[in-house]
């Protein structure tokens, strides 16, 4: 549940979930099961948020998950958190004010949208 809970931290949040359950490895087995319990920590965090995640957001909002990953780049560095918070949300308002209205526009759809019967709009 702390995992879970931290992860929604940018940038030390996975730390901070990570600290206690290798403090108790170490604690209880010693520093080979904390050791374990950090690489598949970072393992499972891994796969999760960098590879499954965003498939499944893109998905779910109808963008590709590369367009996904550089929309929360770019609106961590406009915004900082918040920025990291609120950008799947702000990539879609964008997309829907200038994109999706405008027929000049909609070939951007190509690129941006998951699904191939949008671009063709």
Not at 3 to 28: D, K, M, R
Not at 35 to 58: D, E, H, M, R, Y
Not at 62 to 75: E, N, R, Y
């Amino acid at each position: 549940m702390l995992t879970f809970i931290t992860n929604y931290i940018p940038n030390i949040g996975f730390v901070i979930g990570l600290v206690p359950p290798a403090l108790l490895a170490l604690v209880e087995k010693g520093p080979g099961a904390a050791l374990t319990v950090v690489v598949a920590f970072s393992l499972v965090n891994f796969v999760l948020q960098s590879l499954i995640q965003p498939k499944f957001t893109g998905d779910a909002v109808g963008i590709t998950p590369t367009v996904s990953f550089i929309s929360l780049l770019v609106w961590a560095w406009v915004f900082g958190a918040l920025g990291a918070l609120i950008a799947l949300p702000a990539t879609l308002t964008v997309k829907a004010l200038l994109i999706d209205p405008d027929p000049r526009t909609r070939w951007l759809n190509a690129f941006i949208s998951n699904d191939a019967k949008t671009a063709d709009g």
